[in-house]
């Protein structure tokens, strides 16, 4: 089973912008899909985007549209989220998780990281 490691979280004023990444342990680790959720405490955990791979055909949710984008850098297996115009509401624990397979849905993101935490303050 492949790794994925989260990182870049941190604290940020609103309005300010922050770079996750998420690293694969397993060399050309070549997924289906890749995704970013979030989850905040008492809440379900959420998909924010995903990004199918062999297309690059990307899904943002409607609360993050216009403002995170998803890419991948496959000669680093590495997956990226660039979070721009943070708002409080954004403040969550993100994860990223990866498919082998379609479809890019929850039941088929088999492997998932454990997560960094991102805190924007008003």
């Known amino acids: 089973q492949v790794q994925l490691v989260e990182s870049g979280g941190g604290s940020v004023q609103a309005g300010g912008s922050l770079r996750l990444s998420c690293t694969a342990s397993e060399y050309s680790f070549t997924p289906y899909c890749m995704a970013w959720f979030r989850q905040t405490p008492g809440r379900a955990r959420e998909r924010v985007a995903h990004i199918i791979i062999s297309s690059g055909r990307t899904y943002y949710d409607d609360s993050v549209k216009g403002r995170f984008t998803i890419s991948q850098d496959a000669a680093k297996n590495t997956l990226y989220l660039q979070m721009n115009s943070l708002n409080p509401e954004d403040t969550a624990t993100y994860y990223c998780?990866?498919?082998?397979?379609?479809?890019?849905?929850?039941?088929?993101?088999?492997?998932w990281g454990k997560g960094t935490l991102v805190t924007v303050s008003s």
């Open positions: 998780a990866a498919a082998r397979a379609g479809p890019c849905a929850p039941a088929a993101l088999n492997s």
